[in-house]
Protein backbone atom coordinates (compact mmCIF):
# COMPACT_ATOMS: atom_id res chain seq x y z
CA UNK A 1 0.00 0.00 0.00
CA UNK A 2 1.32 3.37 -1.06
CA UNK A 3 2.07 6.23 1.50
CA UNK A 4 0.72 9.72 0.64
CA UNK A 5 3.94 11.06 0.53
CA UNK A 6 4.98 15.51 -0.56
CA UNK A 7 8.33 16.60 -2.09
CA UNK A 8 9.54 19.95 -2.66
CA UNK A 9 12.49 21.40 -3.45
CA UNK A 10 13.78 24.33 -1.92
CA UNK A 11 16.04 27.18 -3.03
CA UNK A 12 19.12 27.28 -1.60
CA UNK A 13 21.06 30.45 -4.02
CA UNK A 14 23.28 30.26 -6.80
CA UNK A 15 26.88 29.58 -7.78
CA UNK A 16 28.64 30.61 -10.96
CA UNK A 17 31.49 28.83 -11.75
CA UNK A 18 34.28 27.09 -14.29
CA UNK A 19 32.30 24.43 -15.57
CA UNK A 20 35.78 22.31 -15.18
CA UNK A 21 35.13 22.56 -11.44
CA UNK A 22 32.14 20.24 -11.92
CA UNK A 23 33.36 17.36 -14.08
CA UNK A 24 36.29 15.82 -16.05
CA UNK A 25 37.03 18.20 -19.29
CA UNK A 26 33.93 20.84 -18.51
CA UNK A 27 34.85 24.36 -20.37
CA UNK A 28 33.23 27.38 -19.93
CA UNK A 29 31.17 29.35 -17.18
CA UNK A 30 28.32 27.44 -15.40
CA UNK A 31 25.34 28.93 -13.05
CA UNK A 32 24.34 26.05 -10.60
CA UNK A 33 21.18 26.44 -7.69
CA UNK A 34 22.64 24.92 -4.33
CA UNK A 35 18.81 23.19 -3.67
CA UNK A 36 17.71 21.33 -0.11
CA UNK A 37 14.59 19.48 -0.37
CA UNK A 38 11.92 19.04 2.07
CA UNK A 39 9.47 15.66 2.24
CA UNK A 40 6.42 15.48 4.35
CA UNK A 41 5.66 11.99 5.32
CA UNK A 42 3.37 10.98 7.80
CA UNK A 43 6.04 9.53 10.35
CA UNK A 44 8.40 13.01 10.30
CA UNK A 45 9.09 16.14 7.98
CA UNK A 46 12.17 15.00 6.39
CA UNK A 47 15.17 17.90 5.02
CA UNK A 48 17.71 16.69 2.95
CA UNK A 49 20.71 19.00 3.05
CA UNK A 50 20.96 22.43 4.50
CA UNK A 51 22.59 24.51 2.12
CA UNK A 52 24.58 27.37 2.94
CA UNK A 53 25.07 29.31 6.29
CA UNK A 54 23.23 31.76 7.50
CA UNK A 55 25.92 33.52 8.04
CA UNK A 56 26.55 34.19 4.19
CA UNK A 57 23.95 36.16 3.80
CA UNK A 58 25.80 39.37 5.48
CA UNK A 59 29.20 38.25 5.35
CA UNK A 60 29.94 35.78 2.62
CA UNK A 61 33.62 36.39 2.62
CA UNK A 62 34.07 35.92 6.43
CA UNK A 63 32.08 32.82 6.28
CA UNK A 64 33.71 31.12 3.24
CA UNK A 65 36.83 32.97 2.67
CA UNK A 66 37.99 33.38 -0.55
CA UNK A 67 35.67 30.30 -1.83
CA UNK A 68 32.93 33.11 -1.71
CA UNK A 69 34.10 35.08 -4.68
CA UNK A 70 35.56 32.39 -6.64
CA UNK A 71 32.42 30.89 -6.74
CA UNK A 72 30.16 33.86 -7.47
CA UNK A 73 28.30 33.30 -4.30
CA UNK A 74 24.43 34.81 -4.43
CA UNK A 75 22.38 34.11 -1.43
CA UNK A 76 19.66 36.03 0.20
CA UNK A 77 18.17 36.18 3.31
CA UNK A 78 14.76 34.43 1.96
CA UNK A 79 17.14 31.65 0.43
CA UNK A 80 18.18 30.43 4.32
CA UNK A 81 16.86 27.01 4.51
CA UNK A 82 14.77 28.01 7.46
CA UNK A 83 13.05 30.82 5.62
CA UNK A 84 12.17 28.46 2.73
CA UNK A 85 10.55 26.13 5.05
CA UNK A 86 8.60 28.72 6.70
CA UNK A 87 7.69 29.80 3.32
CA UNK A 88 5.87 26.82 3.09
CA UNK A 89 3.70 26.91 6.27
CA UNK A 90 5.98 25.13 8.17
CA UNK A 91 8.99 25.90 11.14
CA UNK A 92 12.66 24.74 11.04
CA UNK A 93 11.47 23.14 14.33
CA UNK A 94 8.67 20.68 12.32
CA UNK A 95 11.86 18.71 10.82
CA UNK A 96 12.59 15.70 12.48
CA UNK A 97 14.93 13.99 10.42
CA UNK A 98 17.86 15.98 8.84
CA UNK A 99 19.54 13.56 5.80
CA UNK A 100 22.80 15.30 4.87
CA UNK A 101 24.50 13.86 1.83
CA UNK A 102 27.76 14.87 2.08
CA UNK A 103 29.71 16.68 4.15
CA UNK A 104 30.45 19.77 1.95
CA UNK A 105 30.01 23.21 2.83
CA UNK A 106 26.69 24.12 0.52
CA UNK A 107 25.38 21.02 2.34
CA UNK A 108 26.00 21.33 5.71
CA UNK A 109 25.47 25.06 6.24
CA UNK A 110 22.16 25.27 8.07
CA UNK A 111 23.03 22.42 10.25
CA UNK A 112 22.48 24.30 13.86
CA UNK A 113 18.87 25.61 12.84
CA UNK A 114 17.84 21.80 13.65
CA UNK A 115 18.84 21.07 17.16
CA UNK A 116 15.94 18.55 17.61
CA UNK A 117 15.99 16.95 14.27
CA UNK A 118 17.91 13.39 13.75
CA UNK A 119 20.92 13.99 11.32
CA UNK A 120 21.41 10.83 8.77
CA UNK A 121 24.76 10.66 7.14
CA UNK A 122 27.40 8.34 5.44
CA UNK A 123 29.21 7.37 8.71
CA UNK A 124 32.72 8.66 6.93
CA UNK A 125 31.88 12.18 6.02
CA UNK A 126 31.87 12.70 9.65
CA UNK A 127 35.57 12.18 10.24
CA UNK A 128 36.38 12.81 6.48
CA UNK A 129 34.79 16.98 7.08
CA UNK A 130 37.41 17.26 9.78
CA UNK A 131 40.47 15.21 7.95
CA UNK A 132 39.77 15.95 3.98
CA UNK A 133 42.01 15.20 1.19
CA UNK A 134 44.31 18.40 1.11
CA UNK A 135 43.18 19.15 -2.61
CA UNK A 136 39.15 19.35 -1.46
CA UNK A 137 39.54 20.69 2.14
CA UNK A 138 38.28 23.82 0.57
CA UNK A 139 34.93 22.31 0.00
CA UNK A 140 34.56 21.63 3.72
CA UNK A 141 33.44 23.99 6.64
CA UNK A 142 34.15 22.15 9.88
CA UNK A 143 32.43 24.98 12.13
CA UNK A 144 29.15 23.43 10.72
CA UNK A 145 29.83 19.98 12.10
CA UNK A 146 31.47 21.37 15.22
CA UNK A 147 28.44 23.13 16.02
CA UNK A 148 26.64 20.03 15.95
CA UNK A 149 28.30 17.78 17.79
CA UNK A 150 25.59 17.33 20.09
CA UNK A 151 22.99 16.83 18.25
CA UNK A 152 21.59 13.26 17.40
CA UNK A 153 23.70 11.77 14.72
CA UNK A 154 22.98 8.50 13.01
CA UNK A 155 25.85 7.58 10.81
CA UNK A 156 24.98 5.21 8.32
CA UNK A 157 27.08 2.23 7.29
CA UNK A 158 24.73 0.59 4.98
CA UNK A 159 21.70 2.05 2.73
CA UNK A 160 18.99 2.85 4.77
CA UNK A 161 15.16 2.97 4.36
CA UNK A 162 14.40 5.30 6.39
CA UNK A 163 10.53 4.38 7.59
CA UNK A 164 10.67 0.96 6.53
CA UNK A 165 7.88 1.39 3.52
CA UNK A 166 10.01 1.99 0.49
CA UNK A 167 8.82 6.20 0.79
CA UNK A 168 12.06 7.26 1.91
CA UNK A 169 15.76 5.51 0.72
CA UNK A 170 19.00 6.64 1.53
CA UNK A 171 21.65 5.26 -0.46
CA UNK A 172 25.57 5.21 0.07
CA UNK A 173 26.97 6.43 -3.13
CA UNK A 174 30.75 6.68 -2.07
CA UNK A 175 33.02 8.66 -4.58
CA UNK A 176 32.46 12.11 -4.22
CA UNK A 177 33.10 11.85 -1.12
CA UNK A 178 33.66 8.85 1.09
CA UNK A 179 29.97 9.05 2.67
CA UNK A 180 28.31 10.58 -0.59
CA UNK A 181 24.18 9.50 0.09
CA UNK A 182 21.32 9.89 -2.48
CA UNK A 183 18.05 9.61 -1.82
CA UNK A 184 15.19 8.05 -3.49
CA UNK A 185 11.87 8.98 -3.08
CA UNK A 186 8.43 7.28 -3.83
CA UNK A 187 5.76 9.94 -4.81
CA UNK A 188 2.43 8.35 -5.20
CA UNK A 189 2.92 8.20 -8.95
CA UNK A 190 6.50 7.84 -9.14
CA UNK A 191 9.87 7.36 -8.04
CA UNK A 192 12.48 10.44 -7.99
CA UNK A 193 15.68 9.75 -7.23
CA UNK A 194 18.05 13.10 -5.50
CA UNK A 195 21.37 12.42 -6.61
CA UNK A 196 23.66 14.15 -3.73
CA UNK A 197 26.85 15.25 -5.35
CA UNK A 198 26.76 11.54 -6.95
CA UNK A 199 27.10 13.95 -10.35
CA UNK A 200 26.90 17.60 -10.93
CA UNK A 201 26.13 17.72 -14.21
CA UNK A 202 24.01 15.98 -16.66
CA UNK A 203 27.33 14.57 -19.29
CA UNK A 204 28.59 13.70 -16.01
CA UNK A 205 25.89 10.88 -15.72
CA UNK A 206 25.73 9.97 -19.73
CA UNK A 207 29.58 9.66 -20.13
CA UNK A 208 29.52 8.29 -15.97
CA UNK A 209 32.25 11.25 -15.36
CA UNK A 210 33.66 12.11 -12.20
CA UNK A 211 34.25 16.01 -10.67
CA UNK A 212 38.02 16.46 -10.49
CA UNK A 213 37.88 16.81 -6.59
CA UNK A 214 36.32 13.64 -5.63
CA UNK A 215 37.61 11.50 -3.14
CA UNK A 216 37.32 8.79 -4.91
CA UNK A 217 37.27 8.09 -8.95
CA UNK A 218 37.09 5.08 -8.75
CA UNK A 219 34.30 4.92 -6.80
CA UNK A 220 32.54 7.89 -8.03
CA UNK A 221 32.50 5.92 -11.44
CA UNK A 222 30.79 2.96 -9.50
CA UNK A 223 28.34 5.07 -7.90
CA UNK A 224 27.40 6.70 -10.85
CA UNK A 225 26.71 3.24 -12.65
CA UNK A 226 24.86 2.19 -9.40
CA UNK A 227 22.29 5.26 -9.64
CA UNK A 228 21.38 4.74 -12.87
CA UNK A 229 20.72 0.94 -12.26
CA UNK A 230 18.55 2.27 -9.38
CA UNK A 231 16.79 5.12 -11.70
CA UNK A 232 16.07 2.53 -14.63
CA UNK A 233 15.01 -0.71 -11.97
CA UNK A 234 12.18 2.18 -10.53
CA UNK A 235 11.78 3.98 -13.53
CA UNK A 236 12.81 7.28 -11.42
CA UNK A 237 13.27 10.80 -12.31
CA UNK A 238 17.04 11.28 -11.71
CA UNK A 239 17.57 14.93 -10.48
CA UNK A 240 20.95 16.19 -10.40
CA UNK A 241 21.18 18.45 -7.52
CA UNK A 242 23.34 21.21 -9.08
CA UNK A 243 21.55 21.45 -12.30
CA UNK A 244 18.99 23.82 -12.91
CA UNK A 245 17.27 21.51 -15.81
CA UNK A 246 16.65 18.78 -13.43
CA UNK A 247 15.50 21.55 -10.91
CA UNK A 248 12.78 23.33 -13.03
CA UNK A 249 11.77 19.69 -14.35
CA UNK A 250 11.32 18.51 -10.28
CA UNK A 251 9.85 22.13 -9.51
CA UNK A 252 6.75 20.87 -12.23
CA UNK A 253 7.07 17.54 -11.27
CA UNK A 254 5.84 18.25 -7.07
CA UNK A 255 3.38 20.96 -9.04
CA UNK A 256 1.11 17.64 -10.27
CA UNK A 257 1.90 14.63 -8.24
CA UNK A 258 3.27 16.67 -4.85
ZN1 LIG B 1 29.79 18.27 -2.96
Same mark, same amino acid.
Given at each position: M??????? #???GGRFTLDRGLMV???????????PTYLIRHPRGLVLVDTGLAPAAVEDPEGTYGPLATMLGLDFTEDL?????? *?ALG? #?????? =????? =?? =??? =??????LFPNA????? #??????????LPAASVFFRSADLEAARGFHWRPLTADLDLFGDGTIRILLMPGHTP????????? *???????????????EALTA *??????????????????????? #???HEAEVIIQHDFDDWNRLREITKVSG
Open positions: STPVQLW #ALDVGGSGTLTIPVRVDRQI *EF #AASDVT =HVIIS =HS =HFD =HTGGISQFLIG #APDLSYAFWPGNTSTLVRL *EDRHVLLTGDTVHVS *ELPMPSDHSTLDSVHSIRRLKDI #AHA
